[in-house]
């Protein structure tokens, strides 16, 4: 069964820095495509950046230039590198993955930036 474990999340003053890891297990095959999504409180699920197997990527306008995702050297990981940070960018993050046309879900790891 696949899993998604997703790590990194915390407290951070508005203009600091944070970094997730993302570690699925559970599969032999390497994912399509792996990436973050995150939900505000009150707000519905929303694609945070992805990217393909070749490295493309595709950043949400509102985090471009801010945050890096990266696939690790390790099969199946990914990262998302948080760089000033702002109150906005307070959510929940999700690690997501596809596989054979399946999306997988991590739990969610809780990101609070505070002013």
């Known amino acids: 069964q696949v899993r998604l474990v997703e790590s990194g999340g915390g407290l951070v003053q508005s203009g600091g820095s944070l970094r997730l890891s993302c570690a699925a297990s559970g599969t032999i095959f390497s994912f399509r495509i792996m990436g973050w999504y995150r939900q505000a409180p009150g707000q519905e699920r929303a694609l945070v950046a992805i990217v393909d197997r070749g490295d493309t990527i595709n950043y949400s306008g509102s985090v471009k230039g801010r945050f890096t995702i990266s696939r690790g050297d390790a099969k199946n990981t990914v990262y998302l590198q948080m760089n000033s940070l702002n109150a906005e960018d307070t959510a929940v993050y999700y690690c997501?993955?596809?596989?054979?046309?399946?999306?997988?879900w991590g739990e969610g790891t809780l990101v609070t930036v505070s002013s």
């Open positions: 997501t993955a596809n596989l054979g046309g399946t999306n997988y």
